[in-house]
């Protein structure tokens, strides 16, 4: 007898995040949707997980927009599936109980059938209340526990024992759900692990229950650990089409069916038409730049565990800041940090915890500087973490954060924080002067600054494409003509010889090595304050003309998703801010002038 699997197609989601970083405009891959409903798919992931951030963030698109022009695109019977982070919703931060219903609410209006809900940590405090929410609003619900392997010879979490122990939890805490998810975002699981899981699941639930299983191919055991899900009772996967399939996403769909070949497991698709739909997809995303190490199976990935969302996302702000060349040593260092922080499933926003504290541990020095996320997460401001923290760790991202560790529940902390909520983010837009819709509180909520800043018509485009060569290549032999584009503007520029450079028909002197050393230097008295590393400038907090001590906090940078506080090195009065919100920095270029 022959088994029908269903099937969940992640290109238009995570396929996205985990090859382009979630950077890709709507209209570009409407097309290839449209041609996947025509296929015959009739379950796609399209929105949550990084496509809330990444739209809004890099792409100058409402999130909320996108979502509508996907259902327009595929109709009203098609089942449009969101990820969401528990308490965290779809931020890196996480949110209090008003934030967490407006997320089920908005999505809900904004053309979401189905929200797969998770807790990287796997702590199941984080999952009730916003499980509740979801099916009050009237989307299926689709709980989820989070997998990954341990650093080579490490043990007290991740194997089938702690997952069953999960998923007890997860029926004692009576949280109501349509399915149940298995999803392993680093693709480390081994296939064995993934069969007793299912295989235990399976027995608890019974045979009515859905389960789903969900994995990458950054390890390269993706298909065998499928393979595995499928044979321990599971009967939903999650699978990719080209470009966005293998590597750092799912396996994909025709590789998938292949591999079932002569076995009692269909896919129910038609193998013909899913090619024909490569073909489409593949010339929608023909433009846009595609990573090398989105293509690659990588074995580091094992003992490191980064998910292929996180790694991709990462590797292009690595590039976007001239910085890529720390990549081997980041991925390295994630190691100690994976194991010193008490084993969080290496997932969205744990995996970004974990990135910016190796990123900060080979930037500035081992455990010299704490990333905000990962303290906050050793010290219990996230949930219970599966095992203890490192207590060496944790006393120093005590002593840093200036927090004591907690054991209170997140929302309960987060319910009164006037910085978090509906009411802070009225505030917000009130002070910018924009107008309090119900879509407009939750991206000021979510997005902090950078959605303020979108709402004001500030956003920034950080797409990567592949630029015509006209326009972004030299277009002379000598290498000397150029066309370049700043914030949206085109300018003509043609270098005329050492010292000299035209600029759209007019002659200036220029030098680039002198401009970018001079900027280190003040031009007054005073003690120079310069960046130690290259991001955007997120928030100023001193004027010029106030006085300050050394050590206060004179704007907040942000780099790699992580807030970076530039703090005064001397007691005095601000003579200078030499940058405005949204500027673009690189290290060692003057911020401001205390004297």
């Given amino acids: ?61 409402n999130a909320f927009d996108t979502m509508d022009k996907i259902r327009a695109a595929v109709g009203p019977d098609i089942n449009l599936q969101s990820l969401a ?4 919703v779809v931020g890196l931060d996480s949110q209090p109980r008003d934030m967490i219903n407006l997320h089920a609410k908005m999505f809900k209006k904004h053309g979401i059938t189905t929200i797969r809900n998770f807790d990287a940590l796997n702590d199941v405090n984080n999952l009730i209340y916003s499980g509740q929410c979801i099916v009050d609003n009237g989307l299926n619900h689709e709980v989820t526990i989070t997998m990954m392997e341990l650093p080579i010879g490490c043990t007290g979490a991740h194997d089938a024992a702690f997952y069953e122990r999960v998923l007890r939890s997860i029926l004692d805490a009576g949280i109501p759900f349509t399915s149940l998810a298995f999803k392993d975002a680093s693709g480390t699981s081994a296939p064995r692990k993934v069969y007793e899981t299912i295989k235990r699941t399976r027995e608890i639930l019974g045979s009515e229950a859905h389960i789903r299983f969900h994995s990458h191919e950054t390890a390269g055991t993706g298909l065998a650990a499928y393979l595995a899900a499928l044979d321990g009772g599971a009967d939903g996967i999650d699978l990719s089409m080209k470009p966005v399939s293998g590597g750092t996403a799912q396996p994909d769909i025709v590789s998938m069916w292949h591999a079932l070949k002569g076995t009692e497991y269909d896919l129910g698709i038609d193998i013909k038409k899913i090619l024909e739909t490569e073909e489409i997809f593949k010339e929608c995303m023909k433009d846009y730049f595609l990573p090398p190490e989105a293509l690659a199976v990588n074995p580091m990935i094992i003992q490191s565990p980064l998910p292929g969302g996180a790694l991709t996302a990462n590797t292009q702000m690595l590039r976007d800041n001239g910085i890529m060349d720390k990549y081997p040593q980041i991925v390295a260092a994630m190691e100690e940090v994976v194991e010193k922080g008490g084993f969080g499933t290496s997932v969205t926003p744990v995996s970004q915890f974990y990135f910016q504290q190796a990123f900060n541990n080979v930037m500035f020095g081992s455990w010299k ?41 997140v929302v309960d902390i987060n319910d009164r924080n006037p910085d978090k909520g509906i009411e802070a983010a009225k505030k917000m837009l009130a002070e910018a002067g924009l107008e309090q819709t119900e879509e407009n509180i939750f991206i000021a909520g979510a997005c902090k600054e950078k959605g303020i800043m979108f709402l004001l018509g500030k956003g920034q485009i950080g797409v990567r494409k592949n630029c015509p060569k006209t326009e972004c290549a030299p277009v002379s032999k000598s290498g000397s003509e150029y066309t370049v584009s700043v914030n949206g503007k085109k300018y003509a520029i043609k270098l005329e010889g050492d010292g000299k450079a035209m600029v759209n028909g007019k002659e200036y002197s220029v030098n680039v090595k002198e401009g970018i050393e001079t900027a280190s230097v003040s031009s007054g008295e005073g003690t120079p304050v310069n960046a130690a590393l290259p991001g955007v400038i997120l928030r100023t907090c001193v004027s010029e003309g106030d006085e300050i001590s050394e050590g206060d906090v004179i704007l907040v940078l942000e780099a790699m998703k992580m807030e970076t506080e530039v703090k005064s090195p001397v007691g005095g009065v601000v003579k200078s801010i030499e940058v405005e919100q949204g500027d673009k920095v690189i290290t060692g270029q003057l911020l401001a002038t205390v004297g």
């Fill in 1 to 61: 007898m022959t088994k029908q699997i269903k099937v969940m197609d992640t290109s238009f989601r995570d396929g996205f995040q985990s090859v382009y970083g979630a950077r890709v405009f709507v209209d570009d891959f409407l097309p290839a949707l449209k041609s996947a409903v025509d296929a015959g798919i009739r379950h796609f992931e399209v929105a949550g997980g990084a496509r809330f951030q990444s739209p809004i963030f890099y792409c100058n698109e």
């Fill in 85 to 88: 982070r528990g308490v965290n």
């Fill in 369 to 409: 500087k704490i990333a905000e996320g990962y303290g906050k997460m050793v010290l219990g401001y996230f949930g219970k973490t599966p095992c203890e923290p490192d207590s060496e760790v944790v006393k120093i991202a005590s002593e840093q954060l200036g927090l004591q560790p907690t054991t209170e529940k």
